[in-house]
């Protein structure tokens, strides 16, 4: 596929056939080319004479049609001057524009206005003495210098530069993807240098009538430049903005895919939302997205610019109907009755032996624990017992017609019946453990298989597949049993759920390990009420570290396991705390360990362990003594 340079650019010849230099297609009748060139292409023109030449011209668009030359007229003419920034400027007026190759385009021209292009990367396309044909020669936009003009220069050891046979050519803008000035000249006193110069778009755009004819817009090109930086990291908020965008059929794209299909590049994303006209209704999905969260002010800084620059109407006039477009959208999600079903498995001490108890609750955003109908008992009281390494002491029990060995072989079956149950696939996993158990193996939950029966290149793992956290089996008790450090964990948890839009980084406090003294110091305040260490948990810390967070009524911990010892743990954790707030932290946490998975060293981000204690999640008091049915 011909690029935009290719279906735009043209060769302006000599009367004698020769080539004078290079143009560019901007509007349906108009070429964009130098003065000078034009004063190339014959004797009788000089590039400072103030009337306007009346010679016909030939082009040709040697990309499309090579050896068909169209013939133009000069409609504006801007000579060399030595005192002027409006200079060296000619534009072409074809005389039949009818015979346009079918496939030619005019090419997008983009303002810039005061922002600076250092550093960008460029490429353009023309026809120096030995390259008749075409050549292309790349470089970096450099600042901006006398007569308004762009320095640009060429930093490759190999390949062209800006030189003669490119004059009159137009310069693409990789970062920006469209034309931002037009080639002027070389250097030609330093070659060495490989420095050129070129006229921004914003100087051509003052000849004639080129700002109402040209294709100039800039918008989706300053927003593609403004998510380069910003996809990535930001993903999960970009994708929230991104389906809120999207109207509710699905949309084929000429590419194959469809418009539901989360783009892989920023690039991609807005020439598609762009081609629908949704992109606009995205980038202020995504305005109030971040202003909600307060993440990200960069960003928030760049949108808010781009909607003043971009928008017919003031910002505030466009905003508002999208509010209540999104409340209305979030209400019917709500009436919709979209599910979020979550597994909860408990290991309890009971006289030399662990139990082994699992409910479903079929749809975590809607439960209470008063709700006995919307919560399952999976297993038996007492049918499941396991030693401290998880090997079922019980070798003659049954589960779903077949006899698990360990742990992770029932925890299996448990998570297949619950997916029957709920007839989706379950993405909460919550496994409630003694503290003195959590993480004391080297392998967590979070790492084990999903499902053994699969090729061993096919298996994927818990943390990858649901959002996985762990929880101390000691606050799960009957109202009745319950204590002053139930009670006081109980309390933080209800403080945290009063700051749902609270970063991560603003809530969980930075402890470090001294002691347990020291420890309980820091963290057993009412105001703290979650925690992240700053060092990676050592296998001979686990239990006293576990044992200070239950007596201090620590609800939510964040930390590193042993496994990622060589991490710099305390930055690692202050990329996922400032990426979102605290209450999307198991979704963050699923998503690091998905990327960290792909990994092929075990060193990595993905050892990740989550206490969370959510009160709301618990089984119904009725079904704590119970057994299954």
């Known amino acids: 596929m011909a690029s935009a340079l290719e279906l735009a650019v043209v060769r302006v010849f000599k009367s004698a056939g020769n080539i004078a230099g290079s143009g560019f297609l901007v509007s349906p009748q108009y070429i964009l080319t130098c003065a000078h060139v034009v004063a190339f292409t014959t004797e009788g023109i000089s590039s400072k004479q103030e009337e306007k030449p009346t010679q016909i011209i030939e082009i040709d668009f040697p990309v499309l049609e090579i050896g068909k030359k169209l013939k133009t007229e000069v409609a504006f003419w801007c000579p060399l001057k030595t005192d002027e920034n409006i200079q060296d400027i000619a534009v072409l007026k074809l005389l039949n524009p009818d015979q346009l190759p079918e496939r030619a385009e005019p090419i997008n021209l983009i303002l810039t206005g005061n922002e600076s292009l250092w550093g960008h990367r460029f490429r353009a396309l023309g026809f120096p003495e030995k390259g008749s044909n075409g050549e ?72 004639g009538d080129l700002a109402q004819v040209c294709q100039v817009n800039g918008r989706i090109q300053k927003a593609i430049a403004i998510f380069q930086n910003y996809f990535k990291s930001l993903e999960k908020e970009i994708r929230y903005a991104y389906y809120q965008s999207l109207p509710q059929n699905s ?30 209704k995205f980038i202020g999905y995504l305005f109030l997205h971040l202003k909600d969260l307060k993440h990200s002010p960069e960003l928030h800084s760049q949108l808010t610019q781009w909607l003043k620059f971009y928008l017919k109407d003031e910002p505030e006039n466009f905003l508002n109907p999208l509010k209540k477009e999104r409340a209305i959208k979030e209400q019917q999600r ?161 403080a945290l759920t009063g700051k749902p839009r609270k970063q ?11 002691s347990p003294k020291k420890l309980f110091k820091q963290i057993n305040s009412d105001d703290v009420v979650a925690v992240r260490l700053k060092e990676v948990l050592q296998a001979s810390k686990q239990q006293s570290i576990m044992e200070t967070f239950y007596y201090a009524g620590i609800p939510v911990a964040l930390w590193i396991r042993s496994e990622a010892e060589s991490l710099m743990c305390n930055g690692e954790l202050d990329k996922i705390c400032q990426s979102c707030c605290w209450n999307e932290l198991p979704k963050s946490i699923r998503n690091q360990r998905y990327e960290a998975w792909e990994k092929e060293s075990d060193t990595h981000i993905g050892h990740l362990s989550l206490l969370w204690d959510d009160f709301n999640l618990v089984p119904p008091a009725q079904q704590l003594g119970m057994s299954k049915p």
């Not at 936009?141 to 003009?149: A, F, H, I, N, Q």
């Not at 597994?343 to 006289?351: A, D, K, T």
């Not at 392998?443 to 597949?465: N, R």
Request: with cysteine; glycine share 6%; proline share 4%.
């Open 251 to 280: 949309i084929p794209l000429s590419s194959g895919k469809s418009l539901s299909e989360f783009p892989e590049s920023p690039t991609e994303m807005i020439q598609n939302l762009e081609n629908y006209e949704l992109l606009d």
């Open 504 to 514: 991560a980084i603003d809530i969980l406090h930075l402890s470090d390990w001294g």
């Open 136 to 207: 292309w020669a790349t470089g970096i936009l450099r600042g901006r210098v006398g007569k308004g003009r762009i320095q640009v220069e060429d930093i490759k050891e190999t390949g062209l530069r800006l030189e003669k046979g490119f004059s009159g050519t137009a310069i693409w803008d990789e970062q920006l993807q469209g034309v931002v000035g037009m080639a002027v000249t070389e250097d030609g006193k330093r070659p060495e240098a490989k420095v050129a110069f070129i006229t921004p778009t914003d100087l051509l755009l003052k000849v």
């Open 334 to 494: 709500t009436e919709a009755g979209e599910k979020e079903p979550c597994l909860l498995v408990g290991i309890f001490e009971q006289s030399s032996s662990l139990v082994v108890r699992a409910w479903l609750i079929k749809d975590a955003q809607k439960y209470t624990p008063v709700q006995i109908e919307s919560c399952h008992l999976l297993t038996d009281q007492d049918n499941f017992c396991i030693n401290e390494k998880g090997i079922l002491i019980n070798k003659t029990a049954i589960y779903s017609g077949k006899s698990p060995q360990n742990l992770s072989e029932l925890l299996q079956l448990i998570f297949a019946q619950a997916s029957s149950l709920c007839q989706c696939n379950v993405k909460k996993i919550q496994l409630f453990l003694p503290y003195r158990l959590i993480d004391r193996e080297r392998k967590s939950i979070d790492q084990w298989s999903i499902d053994d029966s699969v090729p061993e290149h096919l298996k994927t793992i818990w943390g990858v597949e649901c959002e996985v956290a762990v929880r101390f089996s000691e606050r799960l008790k009957l109202p009745e049993n319950s204590d002053i450090y139930v009670n006081k964990s109980r309390t933080k948890w209800q």
